[in-house]
């Protein structure tokens, strides 16, 4: 059987570089490579998309609306940017959702690879949207700390070779209360409303702690993420927890895992990940597995 030829356009930012690394050990594709000084020649970026049978986007919105523009129906598209995660068109690529969401994973040729901080927050509140635990109508408010590799390479070189003191503490950004996930968060799990949502950036490289705190008896909601979660890369972690919870204890793994701690009347609900894994990197290779039909879990680590 020919081996699947696979194209990532932006290879050589955060995303598409990581992306790269892990696909050029895989012996069941043909990485597709565009030389460096062709990389921003748009005739020879056609070229190698009509070549492929799958095209992973790592560009800028606007740059990602015009790449697909430039690709045929039938070519499998993957796009890691925000443009088409809310697009009726594009299936959202988060196939631990449901079955049949996961099937149409399997089936689609456009897929919209979700954001970090939304992959977090989704995995959390849309199992309590789904089983009537959770008003559409709440009003949720959700921290999420994540390393500073989320912030792509110029706050990666910012840390590793210009840090100030200020940066070895944590920094809430995003506050005007408009994050770039909102939009996705609002619309995969049904909410009426925006959650009230504040980003943290840490001095450690990889790894994503997004919390949600509901007055609801702790042990019960643990038990509909048991229920929930028995597919894909999302598990859930025994009730309660033995210590503190570190942002980056899933750090190079491409799985997540649900927290759930608190008593009889609240209850903290944590999804503990790799920012670049389950939250941009894995995910991503996760739904080419699926679309190319490959076993969803091969070239992931967890």
Known sequence: MQKPKIYVDGQAGTTGLE????LSCRDDLELLLIPDQDRHNDQIRKQFMDQADLVFLCLPDQASIQAVEWIDDDTKVIDASTAHRTDPNWVYGFPELSVEHKEKIIQANRVANPG???TGLISIVAPLIQNGILSSEAIL???SLTGYSGGGKKMIDQYENHKTEAMEAPQIYGLDLHHKHLKEMQAVCGLKHAPLFSPIVDDYKRGMLTSVQLPFNAV??????QQFYKQGLVHVHPFGYPSNINANAFAHRDDLEIIVTGNEEQVLICALFDNLGKGACGAAIQNMNLMLGIEETKGLNF
């Open 141 to 143: 408010h959700c921290t």
């Open 220 to 225: 019960e909601v643990h038990a509909v993420y």
């Open 116 to 118: 970090c901080h939304a």
């Open 19 to 22: 992306i790269v690394s892990r």
